[in-house]
């Protein structure tokens, strides 16, 4: 590294003579003669005289706008002054022609009438009353002086024949003639136009002449000074100063694009020396970082320096130890090797990975891997020493281990393998396979056709599309497939294979690994259970009871006929798959034999307690429960469930059944028994009983969470005298359509009860007074305005009506459940008293108040 940065520092130094060179060839240039500055002097005239006239030019332009501009308003106030002259003289002339022919000819010296501004008058019709001073003056054409007399007033720039010109217009008073003064742009631009461009021409030439006389005093002082610092610049980098020089900023000249090759030839350099430090820098961390021994030989082949590395594999504790030895052939042990290093070496310059036994300083020897380029012709030598001692003992022991393993599979029952798509035949194939097929494993490899021959026909193309499929779909999961094989010594044997696609590099497959296992026996067995289960089927078929199997993964292996009917699945979509749970179900959850298989008995209480499951006490591991499931049929089933595990000959649970009993007709007359015992047959009302129970539960409630309570007592107003008028028939279907009158008025969470005869009572939950008044009174009028339709003895339908008293009563705080229903009986019979039809209330410390008939509310 210190050569080449030698040999950099002498091309940066050369490079900076050629440059220093090219600066005084240049200045050379410039002292032999004057040609430079007079182009410049040229140049800078030409630009002077450029500008000159841009200026001239821009002058020009401005002061033809302002003349146009001031030729207007000129323009304008003439046709006022001639407006006004005019108008003075109409006081004693009533003939305007005449006021302005007078105005042209007596005042035109002081208008300059006829000069420069032209006045003539027009009708309102656009015809000329009064022509200009000057006969020959060209006019607008007629359209237009049509135009300004019916406008009236106003300025237009226009054209007569071709020559630019200004009207200015305005009617005089009276509207009987509109004056028109009219200029033409000529007349007042020309004139000072000509004597502008005369001065400007004279000035550029005085200043182009001045600028060129100063330009050739500055041009060889403007030359010699940046050429001065380019000589300077030129020799400090030759020096050794590699800063990049400044270019001349704004020349794009020799000079200028001399500036700019000096700033990027010294950048450059500067470039190649920062990237000769880099690399070296780079060398040197490698070098002392190598894990590997490295070592630099001198052109006399002696170590010049080594690494960290190499001096610790040979047993050294620094460096100097194995400085000036003779490089690493002195390290070789065997002088055979020896002399097969140093052959190689000088014969083609370097040796890579050589294997050579070396030796340590304390006399030990290690396996080594030498890596060495000469430098050039010398003896200077890099070198990489690698102690490969680990490596060949693992060596050693993986090629122990394959072997130790080659005998396993050798010896091994079943049938390993290896598949190459390559070549489309076996690369390998176990010992195994003669005992199984009849073929040695060398006939197998070479001939792969025997193989196939001997699986079973029925299962040849099976087998094949499986590994077509595997190829195919790039399947890297372990597969598994069982197919039989013809033995000719053996028959027929069946084989489970598991095999695993092995993909290469590029992603596709390379190979096919398995093991073919001998299952014949299990095979046979299983053969022999189908039979027993198929028996075991057909009882299960014709048992009435609904009866499922699943096995362990819970898949369904058994619906039988009674299932089928109990919920209108068909065994065929249901065995093999796992929703057994659809038809009792709307969302997936565990049936009884789903707890069986999975042993799930601990949490039955908190999942299952609407089912009421339990332990089976007759069957060991079963389970039963009771339910209500909606989901099948119209309405809904009750079910008894019995499940029971299915173990094997060491008790692990294999599958379980699950039995079912359809409970609905009995519980449907279950549920009729009760509701019979609790409502009144008449009017399908809860009867006392119930009323009694619900208001001991329900007085319970308020005072235990502080809500109230209220009660309704009503009674039919003289329903012996309608009984007696009509017969207990037409009575008994009064009191069913009050009942329905009554439910249809309160509210839906209110319990109406047939307390006894005519009389009825209504519990009304979390309402207070004023709210069971509201309804009371709503009961009240809904039996007044109801037509009961009484059918007579003739069968025709006889509306009638009757009226209902009502007596309503709150619980108090300590009050028991008799008497809030004492109290609301003793307002019932107040409102009778007070002549029936009406609500009464009773109020607290015994206190009775009827209301009004339509009141809902008590008085304040």
Same mark, same amino acid.
């Given at each position: &590294?210190?050569?080449?940065?030698?040999?950099?520092?002498?091309?940066?130094?050369?490079?900076?003579?050629?440059? !220093?060179?090219?600066?005084?060839?240049?200045?050379?240039?410039?002292?032999?003669?004057?040609?430079?500055?007079?182009?410049?002097?040229?140049t800078l005239v030409l630009v002077v005289l450029i500008t000159t006239l841009v200026l001239s030019s821009v002058q020009y332009l401005f002061a033809v706008e302002q003349l146009e501009k001031h030729s207007r308003e000129e323009n304008h106030g003439h046709l006022q002054h001639m407006l006004n002259l005019v108008g003075a003289l109409l006081a004693s002339e009533t003939n305007p022609a005449k006021a302005l022919r007078r105005v042209q000819h007596n005042f035109t010296a002081r208008t300059q009438e006829g000069e420069i501004n032209h006045t003539y008058g027009l009708d309102l019709e656009g015809r000329l009353l009064v022509p200009p001073l000057r006969p020959e003056l060209r006019l607008p054409p007629p359209q237009l002086l049509k135009f300004i007399a019916d406008k009236g007033f106003g300025m237009l720039e226009t054209?007569?024949?071709?020559?630019?010109?200004?009207?200015?217009?305005?009617?005089?008073?009276?509207?009987?003639?509109?004056?028109?003064?009219?200029?033409?742009?000529?007349?007042?631009?020309?004139?000072?136009?000509?004597t502008l461009l005369e001065s400007t021409v004279l000035a550029s030439l005085i200043l182009a002449l001045l600028v060129g006389f100063f330009s050739v005093l500055l041009a060889r002082r403007v030359l010699s000074q940046p050429l001065r610092r380019l000589t300077d610049e030129a020799e400090r980098v030759a020096g050794g100063d590699l800063t990049p020089p400044e270019p001349l900023a704004g020349r794009s000249d020799e000079l200028g694009r001399l500036s700019v090759a000096l700033n990027r030839m010294t950048a450059a350099a500067a470039? &190649?020396?920062?990237?000769?430090?880099?690399?070296?820098?780079?060398?040197?961390?490698?070098?002392?970082?190598?894990?590997?021994?490295?070592?630099?030989?001198?052109?006399?082949?002696?170590?010049?320096?080594?690494?960290?590395?190499?001096?610790?594999?040979?047993?050294?504790?620094?460096?100097?130890?194995?400085?000036?030895?003779?490089?690493?052939?002195?390290?070789?042990?065997?002088?055979?090797?020896?002399?097969?290093?140093?052959?190689?070496?000088?014969?083609?310059?370097?040796?890579?990975?050589?294997?050579?036994?070396?030796?340590?300083?304390? *006399?030990?020897s290690f396996e080594a891997l030498l890596t060495v380029s000469l430098a050039g012709d010398s003896k200077?030598?890099?070198?990489?020493?690698?102690?490969?001692?680990?490596?060949?003992?693992?060596?050693?022991?993986?090629?122990?281990?394959?072997?130790?393993?080659?005998?396993?599979?050798?010896?091994?029952?079943?049938?390993?393998?290896?598949?190459?798509?390559?070549?489309? /035949?076996?690369?390998?194939?176990?010992?195994?396979?003669?005992d199984i097929t009849g073929y040695t494993p060398e006939a197998i490899t070479a001939n792969s056709d025997l193989f196939w021959s001997a699986i079973h026909?029925?299962?040849?193309?099976?087998?094949?599309?499986?590994?077509?499929?595997?190829?195919?779909?790039?399947?890297?999961?372990?597969?598994?497939?069982?197919?039989?094989?013809?033995?000719?010594?053996?028959?027929?044997r069946w084989l489970r294979e598991r095999s695993l696609l092995i993909?290469?590099?590029? *992603?596709?497959?390379?190979?096919?690994?398995?093991?073919?296992?001998?299952?014949?026996?299990?095979?046979?067995?299983?053969?022999?259970?189908?039979?027993?289960?198929? &028996?075991?089927?057909?009882?299960?078929?014709?048992?009435?009871?609904?009866?499922?199997?699943?096995?362990?993964?819970?898949?369904?292996?058994?619906?039988?006929r009674a299932m089928e009917a109990l919920t209108g699945v068909p065994a065929a979509q249901m065995v093999g798959s796992d929703g057994h749970w659809r038809p009792f179900y709307l969302e997936q959850r565990p049936l009884l034999v789903d707890l069986v298989v999975d042993g799930d008995y601990e949490h039955l209480d908190e999942r299952y307690s609407s089912l009421s499951?339990?332990?089976?006490?007759?069957?060991? /591991? /079963?389970?039963?429960?009771?339910?209500?499931?909606?989901?099948?049929?119209?309405?809904?089933?009750?079910?008894y469930s019995l499940a029971a595990p299915i173990t094997d000959e060491q008790g692990q649970v294999v599958r379980a059944v699950e039995t079912l009993v359809d409970l609905t007709d009995k519980r449907e007359l279950e549920q009729e028994l009760i509701k019979l015992s609790v409502t009144d047959s008449l009017t399908g009302l809860y009867n006392q009983r119930f009323f009694y129970a619900s208001l001991a539960r329900e007085v319970e409630s308020a005072q235990r969470l502080g809500h109230p309570l209220s009660l309704l007592m009503a009674d039919i107003d003289h329903f012996k005298m309608f009984n007696d008028s009509y017969g207990h028939l037409a009575g008994d279907q009064a009191l069913t359509?009050?009942?329905?009158?009554?439910?249809?008025?309160?509210?839906? &969470?209110?319990?109406?009860?047939?307390?006894?005869?005519?009389? !009825?009572?209504?519990?009304l939950p979390h309402a207070a007074l004023s709210e069971s008044l509201i309804v009371a009174e709503r009961v009240r009028e809904g039996v007044a305005g109801h037509a009961f339709v009484i059918p007579d003895n003739g069968g025709q339908g006889q509306p009638r009506h009757i009226t209902v008293s009502l007596g309503a009563a709150t619980l108090g705080p300590e009050e028991s459940l008799e008497d809030l229903v004492r109290r609301a009986d003793g307002a019932l019979y107040a409102a009778k008293e007070a002549g029936r039809n009406l609500v009464a209330a009773s109020l607290f410390e015994g206190r009775l108040r009827v209301l009004q008939r339509g009141e809902a509310a008590l008085p304040k």
């Open positions: &590294m210190k050569c080449r940065r030698q040999r950099c520092q002498t091309a940066i130094d050369g490079w900076g003579g050629v440059v !220093f060179a090219k600066m005084r060839s240049e200045g050379d240039k410039v002292s032999r003669g004057w040609s430079v500055e007079l182009k410049l002097s040229a054209e007569i024949e071709g020559e630019p010109a200004y009207l200015a217009f305005d009617r005089l008073p009276g509207d009987k003639m509109v004056l028109v003064s009219q200029t033409l742009r000529k007349d007042h631009l020309a004139p000072t136009l000509e470039g &190649m020396v920062a990237r000769a430090q880099t690399e070296h820098a780079r060398f040197q961390r490698l070098f002392h970082d190598s894990k590997d021994g490295a070592f630099i030989s001198d052109a006399s082949g002696r170590l010049a320096d080594v690494n960290e590395a190499l001096y610790r594999m040979f047993g050294c504790r620094k460096k100097e130890e194995m400085l000036g030895k003779e490089g690493a052939v002195e390290f070789i042990s065997d002088p055979g090797q020896r002399q097969k290093y140093l052959e190689r070496l000088f014969g083609q310059g370097y040796v890579q990975d050589f294997a050579a036994t070396m030796t340590r300083l304390d *006399g030990s200077a030598r890099f070198g990489l020493i690698r102690d490969v001692t680990r490596m060949r003992q693992a060596q050693s022991a993986l090629a122990e281990s394959e072997a130790r393993y080659r005998r396993l599979v050798d010896n091994a029952p079943d049938i390993v393998y290896r598949w190459s798509f390559a070549k489309q /035949g076996f690369d390998y194939i176990s010992s195994a396979a003669k026909d029925e299962d040849r193309e099976r087998v094949l599309e499986h590994w077509t499929s595997l190829y195919r779909e790039r399947q890297t999961a372990v597969s598994q497939q069982e197919f039989r094989i013809l033995s000719a010594k053996r028959g027929v993909m290469g590099e590029a *992603g596709r497959p390379t190979a096919l690994e398995g093991i073919a296992t001998d299952i014949t026996e299990r095979k046979l067995v299983e053969q022999e259970l189908v039979k027993g289960q198929q &028996m075991v089927e057909n009882t299960l078929q014709g048992l009435p009871a609904p009866v499922m199997v699943i096995d362990r993964e819970h898949q369904v292996v058994h619906w039988n499951i339990k332990a089976s006490q007759t069957i060991a /591991g /079963g389970l039963e429960g009771e339910g209500f499931f909606p989901t099948l049929g119209e309405t809904g089933r009750h079910l359509q009050f009942a329905r009158v009554v439910t249809k008025c309160v509210r839906g &969470m209110d319990l109406v009860c047939r307390y006894g005869g005519e009389e !009825f009572a209504v519990l």
